[in-house]
T-cell receptor, first 118, second 114 residues
Framework: NAGVMQNPRHLVRRRGQEARLRCSPM?????VYWYRQLPEEGLKFMVY????????ESGMPKERFSAEFPKEGPSILRIQQVVRGDSAAYFC????????????????FGEGSRLTVL | DAKTTQPPSMDCAEGRAANLPCNHS???????VYWYRQIHSQGPQYIIH???NNETNEMASLIITEDRKSSTLILPHATLRDTAVYYC???????????????FGKGTLLTVNP
């Protein structure tokens, strides 16, 4: 089974450009979570989505950042007009809905997308 | 904010057991204890979780005190590849909404030495 797939793995943008990060959850998973990790810092929750719904966006910056998880296709984290402070690793995780057989609540993470803003 | 307290760093000799402590004195009755780790530059990896009984899997053992206010993750025979930041997280499982997410603290950097 393929794990959580994130692309691109590395992205370089100049200040003011847009960055789009994609996340394909594990097969059968309908919940997606985005986390950001700034250099030398911990993982910070950004947003939790289900198909076509944003459930919790309490960790999303108020401006320039948006996320979606459409009915078809991957989840997208979009950063408009990037600034140097947006340089970070962005991790996506997925999970199935509860109840789901023997699932016991863990999140499955991808390998991350590393954004560098010049 | 994270509801757990962990030492910032620990060292362990290769081949020896690594015992990583975690305090979660405000844990609620319906919250589980989860452990994840993050090897440098990689995505976090699930290790183990438990509610009140001790748990063991192929990666580690989890010992939870009777009052559930603290726990210990045990890597029985640490290897160099176990060098990582280990996160202890408390979380409700059978609940939707915002309780579903994991909130990471600073974790413990475990360094396994040759």
């Amino acid at each position: 089974n393929a794990g959580v797939m994130q692309n691109p793995r590395h992205l370089v943008r100049r200040r003011g450009q847009e960055a789009r990060l994609r996340c394909s959850p594990m097969k059968g998973h309908s919940h997606v979570y985005w986390y950001r990790q700034l250099p030398e810092e911990g993982l910070k929750f950004m947003v939790y989505l289900q198909k076509e719904n944003i459930i919790d966006e309490s960790g999303m910056p108020k401006e320039r950042f948006s996320a979606e998880f459409p009915k078809e296709g991957p989840s997208i984290l979009r950063i408009q007009q990037v600034v140097r402070g947006d340089s970070a690793a962005y991790f996506c995780a997925s999970s199935p809905a509860l109840p789901a057989g023997t699932y016991t609540g863990e999140l499955f993470f991808g390998e991350g997308s590393r954004l560098t803003v010049l | 904010d994270a509801k757990t307290t962990q030492p910032p760093s620990m060292d362990c000799a290769e081949g020896r057991a690594a015992n990583l402590p975690c305090n979660h004195s405000t844990i609620s009755g319906n919250e589980y204890v989860y452990w994840y780790r993050q090897i440098h530059s990689q995505g976090p990896q699930y290790i183990i979780h438990g509610l009140k009984n001790n748990e063991t899997n192929e990666m580690a053992s989890l010992i939870i005190t009777e009052d559930r206010k603290s726990s210990t993750l045990i890597l029985p025979h640490a290897t160099l590849r176990d060098t990582a930041v280990y996160y202890c997280i408390v979380r409700v499982v059978n609940s939707g909404g915002s309780n579903y997410k994991l909130t990471f603290g600073k974790g413990t950097l475990l360094t396994v030495n040759p």
